[in-house]
């Protein structure tokens, strides 16, 4: 996710202080991506040092107040009109667990699908349901609004892939299994004794 250009969109608008961008980046994402403040100052820094925003004054409680500069928005305009980048494959902790649990002594690679499956099922449900509560609240046409629900759709999809994921690799699982998989351990043997 890329704070600075979530930052610097937040800036075209208009100057901000450090805390209204966080405010207005969670409400933007639906509160799905958390910021620390530290990261927005941290990011402001680095922004102010790469030209892209300048500190211009602050507002009425003395909180600095940072905007684009033309760097900035030719960053920014560079940025929403090119494709993001899916070069690196991503770590993903469920895909090294299952890997992991494959032939585990003792893992049942099944119930470790299936508690996962139990898991995001519970979340996709609840992504569902803030759906369409947004959908009967304020305007969709609304950019916040608009924003949010884009940002809830997407988790709906990615736990619905998810499941499929799930699927695939329990029927996986099951061909597996009734091909006689997993052979048997050969004993363990003992390990030689130092001399």
């Known amino acids: 996710m890329s704070i600075r250009h979530g930052l610097l969109?937040?800036?075209d608008r208009g100057p901000r202080y450090g805390s209204r961008l966080r405010t207005e980046f969670e409400a933007r994402t639906g509160g799905t991506w958390p910021l620390n403040i530290g990261q927005v100052y941290t990011t402001l820094d680095r922004l102010e040092r790469d030209g892209m925003v300048v500190q211009e004054g602050a507002d009425e409680a003395g909180r600095a107040l940072y905007a684009l500069t033309e760097a900035g928005r030719v960053e920014l305009r560079a940025w929403f009109a090119g494709p993001v980048e899916r070069s690196g494959v991503?770590?993903?902790e469920l895909a090294i667990k299952l890997v992991l649990?494959?032939?585990a002594p003792g893992v049942d690679v099944r119930r470790v699908v299936e508690a996962q499956r139990r898991h995001i099922a519970d979340a996709?449900?609840?992504y569902v349901r803030?759906?369409?509560r947004a959908l009967t609240g304020a305007p969709a046409e609304h950019p916040d609004e608009l924003a949010r629900?884009?940002?809830l759709e997407q988790l709906i999809c990615?736990?619905?892939a998810e499941i499929r994921w799930l699927d695939h690799c329990e029927a996986r699982l099951l061909r597996m299994v009734r091909g006689g998989w997993p052979p048997t351990p050969p004993p363990d043997r003992p390990?030689?004794?130092p001399t």
């Open 191 to 193: 390990e030689p004794s």
């Open 90 to 92: 991503p770590r993903d």
């Open 158 to 160: 990615h736990a619905e």
């Open 124 to 126: 996709l449900h609840e």
């Open 9 to 11: 969109a937040l800036l």
């Open 130 to 132: 803030q759906r369409a």
């Open 149 to 151: 629900l884009l940002v």
């Open 101 to 103: 649990a494959v032939g």
